[in-house]
Antibody, heavy 120, light 107 residues
């Protein structure tokens, strides 16, 4: 069965960068893609963008364009999401999700989430 | 961007009740609408995809319908494990926006 396992919690200072990983198993990695979604404390789900694991094509929400980079490594079946120039309002749980291009871009499997805390 | 306006923001209900949550899309989203259940400390869980289709393994007490740009999730006979926050999402055009969420609480 499909599993997405994310890296552990991170604490960063403002201005730093963070890179979160999402290791996939249980399916053909390059058949779909990954989306990243975050949830700030007390807030709802916020879509950040997606990447195709087949060809590396990306699509970022305008809010994150230029500050976020999504990537994949097909040799390890792992997706990555890097956020640069961190601010306190980037404190959130970051989720990866498989985006199923064959089924209306549905986010059908999710990782367990990675807490990123930005604090001086 | 397509905005998803979800209501209510919260509701209180008892075990056995039937509840409905509605999302209104700001423009046509075809049937590219998904519904997720999210519990604190857990990964969101896909319930409904393609506006109407029940994800494998999801109980049949969850159902969904569409009327124009209004999409409704109904939970029949609420069970204790159904108390959670529910989100709609459109994946018709990027950015793939979520509704604001509906918290279903125990009365």
């Amino acid at each position: 069965q499909v599993h997405l396992v994310q890296s552990g919690p991170e604490v960063k200072k403002p201005g730093a960068s963070v890179k979160v990983s999402c290791k996939a198993s249980g399916y053909t990695f390059t058949s779909d893609g990954f989306s990243w979604v975050r949830q700030a404390p007390g807030q709802g789900l916020e879509y950040m963008g997606w990447i195709s694991a087949h060809n590396g094509k990306t699509n970022y929400a305008e809010k994150f364009e230029g500050r976020v980079t999504m990537s994949t490594d097909t040799s390890t079946d792992t997706a990555y999401m890097e956020v640069r120039a961190l601010r306190s309002d980037d404190t959130a749980i970051y989720f990866c999700a498989r985006i199923n291009f064959r089924n209306r871009f549905t986010f059908d499997y999710w990782g367990q989430g990675t807490l990123v805390t930005v604090s001086s | 961007d397509i905005q998803m306006t979800q209501s209510p923001s919260s509701l209180s209900a008892s075990v056995g009740d039937t509840v409905s949550i509605t999302c209104r899309a700001s423009e046509d989203s075809s049937n590219y609408i998904n519904w997720y259940q999210h519990k604190p400390g857990k990964a969101p869980n896909l319930l409904i995809y393609g506006a109407f289709s029940l994800q494998s393994g999801v109980p049949s007490r969850f159902s969904a319908r569409r009327s124009g740009t209004d999409f409704t999730l109904t939970i029949s006979s609420l069970q204790p494990e159904d108390f959670a926050t529910y989100y709609c999402q459109q994946t018709y055009s990027s950015p793939f926006t979520f509704g604001q969420g509906t918290r279903v609480e125990i009365k």
